[in-house]
């Protein structure tokens, strides 16, 4: 039972644009979600988080926005530069446990 | 300030076989989490480490086990070995074990191959 699905494999933007990448879940004990930035060869970095009590959460050129009633979340880059070429993973903490639970991810390629 | 490493970067075994993969965090980090990444899968919990005892656990069967030292490393053990459990190892370290999750530091993980 897949709890935190990200539909979309890739992603291909040019430089300058708007990129968004999708999250939906379906457990109602989130308290509240991460976006992790992951590299080839190297561990997921944290990028921004959201708590469940929130709609929306900005940090420079990442704002992750919360929907709530229809159990989504999205990030937005704006603008997306060569450098954000990664896979970004969506998560979620399970209420009163340690736990996070992460999506499949989504290859963004930002190309010039 | 080293972060999280892991060693070994890659491993392979065969079935049936046992492999032990170490992890150690972050300084003044003192909780250490393990996730398995299968090909094309996001990270799933394994368990999380804290004050030497395991605190919780995944979905996954006794065959994981764990272990932390009074120096805050941990190991990652997994005993019968079979072709599904290829994948890359990654473990995560904090301080404290309720710290919020963007607290948490990731190592580059271990890639197990078993053959």
């Known amino acids: 039972d897949q709890q935190v699905k990200q539909n979309s494999p890739s992603l291909s933007v040019q430089e300058g644009r708007i990129s968004i990448l999708n999250c939906d879940y379906t457990n109602s004990m989130f308290d509240y979600f991460l976006w992790y930035k992951k590299y080839p060869a190297e561990g997921p970095t944290f990028l921004i988080s959201i708590s469940s009590i929130k709609d929306k959460n900005e940090d420079g050129r990442f704002t992750v926005f919360l929907n709530k009633s229809a159990k989504h979340l999205s990030l937005h880059i704006v603008p997306s530069q060569p450098g954000d070429s990664a896979v970004y993973f969506c998560?979620?903490?399970?209420?009163?446990?340690?736990?996070?639970?992460f999506g499949t991810g989504t290859r963004l390629q930002v190309f010039p | 300030d080293a972060g999280v490493t892991q060693s070994p970067t890659h491993l392979i075994k065969t079935r049936g076989q046992q492999v032990t993969l170490r992890c150690s965090p972050k300084?003044?980090?003192?909780?250490v989490s393990w996730y398995q990444q299968a090909l094309g899968q996001g990270p799933q919990f394994i368990f999380q480490y804290y004050e030497e005892e395991e605190r919780q656990r995944g979905n996954f069967p006794d065959r994981f086990s764990g272990h932390q030292f009074p120096n805050y490393s941990s190991e990652l053990n997994v005993n019968a070995l079979l072709l599904g459990d290829s994948a890359l190892y990654l473990c995560a370290s904090s301080l404290g074990p309720g710290a919020t999750n963007e607290k948490l530091f990731f190592g580059s993980g271990t890639q197990l191959s078993v053959l």
């Open positions: 998560a979620a903490h399970l209420y009163n446990t340690d736990k996070l639970i």
């Open positions: 300084s003044g980090h003192d909780t």
